[in-house]
């Protein structure tokens, strides 16, 4: 099956909420972008759920909570942070980091430069009755610490600026659950590996 990449975050809704944990946070408004949707398909091959807390949520400086964070490996090689928002006005509210050329430094560590925001919610329009993500060009950078292999991981923060001068942050912990991870299908892998 092949899926647009935009439609990517909306469908990690569904997964998101069967794993996510109640909390209180802001309402959601859409944010205003002004980049067009890149139109290159892409199909996930990696997904790992995280369990947690989001100590630090903030898009466009509004603070939130959150319901799960996952890790989204796309074939072409691009990876999504993707974060279900607690917003109980809106159960389609998801912000991912998304970039390419992720490097580990260790066995224990992993950076991600990002390149746009993905930002979703029930105002976008919809494909296949799901809500397509806007894309928002960004400059910045998550770093994860734990690895997908030992199904642990420790944390991810994250903090990108888009090019309308929004800041975005997260600051995820782990509870110390295994990360699910799910291998959806085999694919070269994008990860710039120090050990080879």
């Known amino acids: 099956m092949r899926l647009r990449r935009p439609v990517l975050a909306a469908t990690l ?10 909390c209180f946070a802001e309402s959601s408004t859409p944010i205003a972008v002004n ?3 890149a139109q290159q ?3 996930i ?4 759920l995280m369990s947690g807390k989001c100590k630090t949520l903030k898009i466009a400086g509004r603070t939130f909570a959150c319901k799960t964070v996952a890790y989204a490996h796309g074939d072409k090689g691009r990876v999504n942070f993707a974060v279900a928002i607690d917003d109980p006005s809106d159960d389609s509210h998801v912000v991912s980091f998304s970039g390419e050329n992720g490097k580990r430094a260790d066995d224990n560590s992993y950076e991600l430069p990002i390149d746009r925001m993905l930002l979703n919610s029930k105002h976008r329009p919809k494909v296949d009755g799901l809500p397509v993500p806007a894309e928002q060009a960004s400059t910045g950078i998550c770093r994860q610490t734990g690895n997908f292999a030992a199904k642990k991981v420790s944390d991810i ?3 990108a600026t888009d ?6 942050e997260l600051l995820f912990v782990s509870d110390g659950t295994p990360v699910s991870v799910r291998r959806i299908r085999q694919s070269s892998p994008s990860i710039q590996d120090p050990f080879k």
């Open 163 to 168: 090019n309308e001068g929004r800041k975005y």
């Open 157 to 159: 923060t994250c903090s």
């Open 41 to 43: 398909n892409a199909l």
């Open 45 to 48: 091959d990696l997904l790992a």
């Open 13 to 22: 809704v569904p997964a998101f909420l069967a794993f996510a944990s109640p």
């Open 35 to 37: 980049n067009p949707p």
